[in-house]
């Protein structure tokens, strides 16, 4: 009897087949008759390639059942426990995906973490509160929490209004986030996604309100804030790591070791460039990478 | 099908933006992504909607409830809707409709709304300076490396503060630029951009193959 084909795996395949068939066509086809292809971009098309095979092939492996080391990340474990300490507190605990659209990789990002944490703040049966300041991003928020919720058996539980939208404004959604933090002072404060000026205003107050505080941002001008102001940061690919790795399932952790391997590769080509300029051959090298 | 359909559909749009990234805006492909991202705008136009019936959903049950502060929850409301519906009307009907100068939403936006955001941003810098307190306190051999070049890189960054280095022995103004900001912050700033750039691409292809689902609520 034939196994079943998973609908990731009919994607993954199909894919693949796209590229490599839809790539080489393409270059001819420029080659050909000057066509609309962008040639200038294709060392970016080689590290997309070179980047996809790596985290299709350590998914595979990982599917594979064979082991993937992944290091610890404190703040991630620190969910659970911090949760706990709500739900012994009796107090909210307050999640906020950010405060960009949801066509924000980062915001995506914090929706996936925001599943997790649901999940387990219904389990514990601990009151949720996640403001959000665009539209869209409240719809997929009420969907993800909702599904949590069905998932952990705590269906009645489930408020519709713990995902409320708020403000559209930055600033108007930061005074009313501030607000509710100092009233009902939550003893868990999450930020997950992208946060911009309003990163320091939220987490010292929610510092001055004594929450124990979890933030994660890929913006390396916010980072600062969050680590003078939060218990544990996620800094840049932590935080696009925090749902595979609350996830603890393999076909999730082996995307974040084919960005590894990856990211070995670029070292290596730092060193080699850094070589290479250093006696004077590097000008070829560098235009390798020259983003266009 | 609830799961499928939605993959689907990511996997195609996904696999159509990456794609038109290697072609000319002019094209057929380059088309249809910029035609895709319209379509986000007016779906994300419609979902208005949805904001506006959560905000008077949640406050009005506040104030059926009386819950602490419900006074503001009817303020919040009548903000809404005082700043919305004559922006929408039509300003042939009158000259406080619509968004021009004069309107009432202009109105409201000069004199109300704009000075408390600019006052909510001005609170910033209270708070930068109790986090820095706590930041640069020197409690620890880091902590004091830290505390003295960020007291550098300040007095480096303000005229007064250039001018008092400037009379210190060595050239301090250049080892900031060069070791310091064009150095280790430069390095640790770059290692976190590739990092994160990577992690995003990473995301966005377990979300474009389906094998990250958790933003439906999957998985």
Known sequence: MTKPVPNSSRFVSLGLFTLLVSVPQTLLAQVAEGSAFRV?????????????????????????????????????DAVEEAVGRATEMGRPVLFV??????????????????????????????????????????????????????????RDSYDKDTVKYVAGEQFAFTANVNGYMMRERPATNIYMGAFFAESLLLAETGNAAGSIQIAGTARPEQLPFFIAACDYTLMGEELYAASAYLSHEPIMTGGLKGQDFVKVLIVLCIIIGAALVSFGYGEWFINLFEAV | MRTTVPVAIAFLSGLLLVTAFFFRADTFVGGLSQELTVWLTIVGGFTLLLGVVSIVRVNWTAIQR??????????????????????????????????????????????????????????????????????????????????????????????????????????????????????????????????????????????????????????
Not at chain 1, 56 to 69: F, S, V
Not at chain 2, 126 to 146: G, H, N, V
Not at chain 2, 149 to 168: C, F, K, N, S
């Open chain 1, 40 to 76: 200038d971009r294709i060392n970016a098309l080689v590290l997309v390639l070179v980047f996809s095979t790596a985290v299709l092939l350590y998914t595979k492996w990982a599917k594979a059942g064979k082991p993937l080391y992944l290091r610890k990340i404190p703040g991630l």
């Open chain 1, 97 to 154: 995906p950010g405060i960009a659209e949801l066509d924000e990789i980062e915001t995506i990002a914090g929706i996936s973490i925001l599943g997790r944490v649901a999940k387990i703040v219904a389990q514990y049966d601990t009151p949720l509160t996640v403001p959000v300041r665009y539209p869209l991003v409240l719809a997929a928020g009420q969907e993800v929490v909702e599904q949590a919720y069905i998932e952990a058996g705590k």
């Open chain 2, 66 to 219: 009386r819950k602490e502060g419900w006074g503001y929850k009817i303020l919040t409301i009548l903000a809404v809707f005082a700043m919305a519906i004559p922006s929408v009307l039509s300003p042939d009907w009158s000259p406080l409709f619509g968004r021009a100068e004069g309107s009432v939403y202009d109105w409201l936006f000069q004199n109300l709304q704009m000075p408390m955001m600019a006052t909510m941003f001005a609170t910033l810098a209270f708070y930068i300076a109790s986090a820095a307190y706590r930041a640069f306190r020197a409690r620890s051999a880091e902590a004091t490396i830290l505390l003295i070049t960020a007291t550098l890189v300040m007095l480096w960054r303000v005229p007064m503060g250039e001018y008092i280095l400037d009379q210190l022995p060595g050239d301090i103004p250049a080892f900031l630029n060069t070791y310091v900001m064009g150095g280790f912050n430069m390095a640790v700033q770059r290692g976190i951009i590739i990092g994160a750039a990577l992690g995003a691409a990473s995301m966005s292809l377990r979300i474009i193959l389906g094998i990250e689902r958790t933003y439906m609520g999957k998985g």
